[in-house]
């Protein structure tokens, strides 16, 4: 195996960040890095520089499971027409206070 | 803890600095007393700034000359914030150590117009690093030093020290973790990069001795609760570089017996003055220039 070939063996890794005051992690990003405490090092060297966080999580990339854009309509399309989901579709009755 | 508020324990209240990201960054020495201490040699006080100031400075130097040539985009990264972490260490110290002195020179001036026989950084942080393993060789050294000086000189009877100390403790922290995973990673790889750094250890320990030499101007500070005794350093750098090394499958060999270096006096190697040479040139060749 070629030098080339062993650089390119650093899989990829998907970052999220926390902010202070952000309740959830948030996508920020990805890296490649030999394991997952590289990929936190690495993380914490790239996306938390100029302060953005206070956690990180890091999980392999080929460990998501994604929704493919075949699945689009089947997934996502039948909730467009169903505005009784939306809370705000009821309206609240005088008499209930704490809602 | 209430039920009305679940994602209470999430959120930090006490603290509404990072609310928006890129925001809360702090002055290190907000409301830190700058005035030196009753009783104190201000001389001395500016030579020992100077050493830890040049340390780090030289230190920054030599790994900002890693950036466009690391292995890995995210390792070059790394090291930069490294050397940036330690820039801004030597400027506050050098700062103070123009305040102590009381001439007028401010960080710019000590930074840019000494020459090489006036730097009193020790020999270890103007090396130059034969490649990668040599680096994270010569930052596992300096960095466990280093946080072991300055988590004692957080104590430090002169406030602007031990703020410095304090500050300086959280990032070198992170510089010995980064150097000590890479020698790690690097010791129990593979057979070539085990001998690449095991030859990176033994390269750089003969510059160890040094690091514990206490000079005078230590010991009278130290005497006054100012600074940090270096011998005083001693068990505690052993003992972690013992757990690096035992954890990198490596070796250290016995320390043969060489003179310790000088740098604390000015006597310096070559490499300082081509790092200074590269550092000075600008401000030496434009006077007062400002971008």
Not at chain 1, 57 to 71: Q, Y
Not at chain 2, 41 to 68: E, F, K, N, P
Not at chain 2, 119 to 147: G, K, P, Q, Y
Request: glycine residues 8%; negative net charge.
């Amino acid at each position: 195996m070629s030098d080339e070939q062993i650089r390119h063996e650093w899989p990829l890794f998907e970052v999220f960040v926390r902010a202070k005051r952000g309740l959830n992690h948030v996508h920020v990003g990805s890296l490649r890095a030999a394991d997952h405490e590289m990929a936190l090092h690495h993380a914490r060297d790239l996306y938390t520089r100029r302060n953005e966080g206070v956690s990180i999580w890091v999980v392999r990339s080929a460990d998501v499971v994604s929704s493919g854009p075949e699945d689009k309509d089947a997934f996502f399309a039948p909730s467009g027409d169903k505005v009784y989901r939306h809370p705000t579709y009821y309206s609240i009755p005088d008499s209930v206070p704490h809602i | 803890m209430s039920f009305d508020d679940a994602y209470g324990a999430l959120t930090d209240h006490d603290d509404d600095a990072r609310w928006a990201y890129g925001t809360g960054f702090a002055d290190p020495l907000a409301g830190v007393p700058t005035a030196i201490p009753d009783g104190v040699d201000r001389a001395d006080l500016a030579a020992y700034c100077l050493m830890l100031g040049d340390d780090a400075l030289i230190m920054s130097h030599r790994l900002q000359q890693w950036v466009t040539r690391a292995p890995e985009l995210e390792d070059e990264l790394a090291v930069a914030n490294i050397g940036l972490d330690l820039l801004g260490q030597a400027r506050l110290l050098l700062t103070r150590a123009g305040e102590a002195e009381g001439s007028g020179r401010d960080e710019d001036t000590l930074a840019y117009l000494r020459d090489p026989h006036e730097f009193r950084n020790v020999l270890l942080a103007e090396r130059s690093d034969d490649d990668f393993a040599h680096l994270v060789a010569r930052l596992l050294v300096f960095a466990t030093w280093r946080l072991a000086l300055l988590d004692r000189l957080a104590a430090s009877g002169d406030p602007v020290l031990a703020a410095i100390g304090a500050k300086g403790v959280k990032e070198v922290t992170y510089h010995r973790e980064y150097a000590a995973q890479w020698v790690v990673r690097l010791g129990d790889g593979t057979p070539v990069s085990h001998e690449r750094v095991q030859a990176a250890v033994d390269a750089v320990y003969p510059l160890v001795g040094e690091l514990f030499e206490t000079h005078e101007v230590e010991r009278r500070l130290a005497g006054r609760g100012i600074a940090v005794e270096p011998a005083s350093l001693r068990a505690e750098f052993d003992a972690v570089m013992a757990e690096v090394v035992a954890a990198a499958t490596l070796r250290l060999r016995a320390a043969t017996a060489v003179e310790p270096g000088r740098g604390r006096d000015g006597m310096h190697t070559a490499a300082l003055g081509e790092i200074l040479g590269e550092m000075q040139e600008l401000a030496r060749a434009i006077p007062d220039g400002a971008w």
